[in-house]
């Protein structure tokens, strides 16, 4: 399996983040050819030492970094990559990587 995760730092306006998140940006998102699972954090995001700087952490799963690259490159990958700049004015971080169970 591969993973993508979004880390979402703070935005200037969270209520206006999370109703553009919910209602344009997690639809467009599970559209992406080859998404297998979606999920995104319930409530507070902590390190050992209180919060973490982030406000929205969304993993994405495929069945390979192949997978994940198509899904980038299609239609569907490009119109949520741009609706980015729509609501994460906090910045976001995008982080790709095949998984192995240990």
């Known amino acids: ?27 467009l998102a599970k559209t992406i050819p080859g998404l297998r699972h979606y999920d995104v954090n319930d409530g ?19 069945d390979s970094m192949v997978d994940i690259e198509a899904a980038l490159a299609s239609p569907q990958g490009q119109a949520t990559a741009a609706d980015l700049g729509n609501f994460a004015d906090g910045g976001v971080e995008l982080l790709m990587f095949d998984t192995r169970e240990l």
Do not use: E
């Not at 993508?4 to 940006?25: G, M, R, V």
């Not at 507070?44 to 495929?62: E, R, S």
């Open 44 to 62: 507070k995001i902590a390190g050992p030492d209180g919060d973490a700087g982030y406000h929205l952490v969304a993993t994405l799963t495929f």
């Open 1 to 27: 399996m591969a993973k993508l995760i979004a880390l979402y730092k703070h935005p200037k306006d969270p209520a206006a983040f999370d109703a553009h998140y919910a209602s344009t940006h997690a639809p």
